[in-house]
């Protein structure tokens, strides 16, 4: 670590008033932390490389209360705060070892996907980048997102309101054939019970009613005639949770 730069560094902090450390490091944490970097001189340009342990990606690695977690995640939320669950953090460099907070930006799932994509870091020819391929990465995400909100429920529900997209196709999605480069953000199982689920919304509503009246599982699976892992499921909210 050069310690001249990274004097230069929290001067840059003071001066754009930065409220750092939210997380609640000791002193001590902090400098082990900074001791494995390697500040530049151009510290808001270029990267700062982690110089300790690293993942087999090339990611840092940092053990703090009892725990190794990634050096670059780390870095974020000690300049901007917590990071919010579900949330990636992105480089800009593209390289994994880099740490500087000038470099990282927070994005979903989906915005780590459709940054490999465009830096072309996809290994196979799969989703959007084969050439048989008719439909985009955001268009079939935005769609599995409707039948995970409910808001495309069935075969007829996609036909109304999807004109370009076969069943079939949607199909073979939730089946893990084809377009694993969106089917991998969701749960495929899930989503694939409530598209192709026989349960209507008000069935869905007597049967949560039953189990809130003490009605055993076993029961109400006799009752509508399913197995009683598809109560539990809909007791625990995994299935037909848009149901309101």
């Not at 690695?61 to 780390?74: C, D, E, P």
Request: contains cysteine; charged residues 30%; glycine residues 6%.
């Amino acid at each position: 670590m050069d310690q001249k730069n990274l004097i230069n560094v929290f001067k840059h902090v003071k001066e754009n008033k930065y409220n750092l450390n939210k997380i609640g490091w000791s002193k001590n944490t902090i400098v082990r932390f900074f001791s494995k970097i390697n500040i530049p001189n151009n510290f808001k340009e270029d990267c700062w490389f982690w110089t300790a342990a690293k993942t087999n990606g090339g990611y840092g690695i940092f053990r703090v209360k009892g725990k190794n977690k990634r050096a670059h995640r780390l870095m974020y939320e000690f300049f901007y705060g917590e990071i919010p669950k579900d949330i990636h953090i992105l480089h800009k460099c593209d390289i994994p070892k880099c740490v500087s907070p000038f470099h990282l930006w927070k994005g979903t799932h989906l915005d780590n996907v459709q940054d490999k994509v465009n830096k072309n870091r996809t290994v196979k020819l799969i989703g959007e980048h084969h050439g048989a391929c008719k439909h985009d990465l955001k268009k079939i995400y935005n769609i599995l997102k409707q039948i995970e909100n409910g808001e495309i429920k069935n075969k007829q529900d996609l036909q109304n309101k999807i004109k370009d997209i076969q069943y079939q196709y949607i199909m073979r999605i939730l089946n893990g054939k084809i377009r694993k480069d969106v089917g991998d953000l969701f749960d495929l199982q899930k989503l694939k019970n409530q598209f192709c689920g026989r349960f209507t919304n008000d069935q869905i509503k007597e049967i949560r009613n039953c189990l809130q009246n003490g009605e055993t599982g076993n029961s109400i699976s006799k009752r509508f005639n399913c197995n009683e892992s598809t109560i539990s499921y809909i007791k625990n909210k995994k299935f037909y949770n848009h149901v309101k």
